[in-house]
């Protein structure tokens, strides 16, 4: 059982290595033997060599997760990662919904079809930032953290990623997404159709902190992707796998 685990640990980190391959993997394979293997040894000796197999079990859950993490931030991160998702699509800030109507009417409209791409275009350019706060995050992970995201919910893991990176998101993306919406146009959309809506009498109470609520709208993407991704790797009974892990987790 030891060799096993050893091997599947190995397999996974050549996985994670690789990111054209972890694209291709059912994670539901690689979490399913995880849990399978915690199954095998929490259950039995509490001796020096099945606590070294637990051990191993947390790295192999680590593993998984970086996978998971990897295709949540390559999904994103690719053109129209966001844009072309209705999940995790960055809508029009409440202000410009509320005049949307009249914007179009005014000729407006193809400016707010911009502005929207732009929003969304910044959000992809940020997304691939993250990576490095879920590594950590994954680094961190104590065994009771693994257990409670084996044992737990559909989204523990997300909720685990949730409560370790928030914070370090918002302070990582924000100005990395401000100069990206420099980039794509979106400032200057925003400000120029932000001078009309300051022409409707009261419209001036819904104008949004930008930055803030990009910034907002793209980590609340990132989570959603990444929940997911968590329940397909907890529930997908497809064995979308290459030749190397069905030999290894057969």
Same mark, same amino acid.
């Given at each position: 059982m030891k060799k096993q685990i050893i =091997? =599947?640990?190995?397999c996974l980190f050549f996985v994670v290595m690789n990111p054209l391959l972890s694209a291709a993997v059912d994670? $539901?394979?690689?979490? @399913?033997? %995880?849990? &399978?293997?915690? $199954?095998?040894? *929490?259950?039995?000796? *509490?001796? $020096?060599s099945s606590d070294l197999s637990q051990n191993e079990m947390v790295n192999g859950?680590? &593993?998984?997760?970086? =996978?998971?993490?990897?295709? *949540? =931030?390559?999904?994103l991160s690719k053109a129209d990662g966001y844009y072309d998702n209705p999940k995790i699509k960055i809508p029009l800030p409440p202000s410009m919904q509320k005049f949307e109507k009249i914007l179009r009417a005014t000729g407006f409209g193809s400016q707010l079809d911009e502005f929207d791409l732009s929003m969304n275009?910044?959000?992809? @350019?940020?997304?691939?930032?993250?990576?490095a706060l879920f590594v950590d995050a994954i680094k961190e992970m104590t065994f009771s953290d693994a257990q409670n995201i084996l044992n737990g919910g559909d989204n523990a893991a997300t909720v685990y990623f949730?409560? @370790?990176?928030? !914070?370090?998101?918002? @302070?990582?993306?924000?100005?990395i997404i401000q100069q990206s919406m420099e980039q794509v146009g979106v400032t200057q959309y925003y400000n120029s159709l932000t001078e009309q809506i300051q022409t409707i009498p009261f419209a001036s109470d819904y104008v949004v902190d930008? !930055?803030?609520? %990009?910034?907002?709208?793209?980590? !609340?993407?990132?989570?959603i992707q990444l929940a997911e991704e968590e329940a397909k790797i907890r529930n997908d009974p497809a064995a979308r796998v290459t030749d190397l892990l069905q030999t290894v987790f057969k």
């Open positions: =091997v =599947v640990g190995s994670l $539901g394979g690689l979490l @399913k033997t %995880v849990q &399978e293997t915690a $199954g095998g040894t *929490t259950g039995g000796s *509490t001796s $020096g859950l680590k &593993e998984a997760l970086q =996978v998971g993490t990897v295709n *949540t =931030v390559q999904a275009r910044a959000a992809e @350019k940020a997304a691939p930032e993250a990576q949730q409560e @370790k990176t928030t !914070d370090k998101l918002q @302070k990582l993306l924000e100005p930008l !930055d803030s609520y %990009v910034t907002e709208k793209s980590i !609340d993407g990132l989570f």
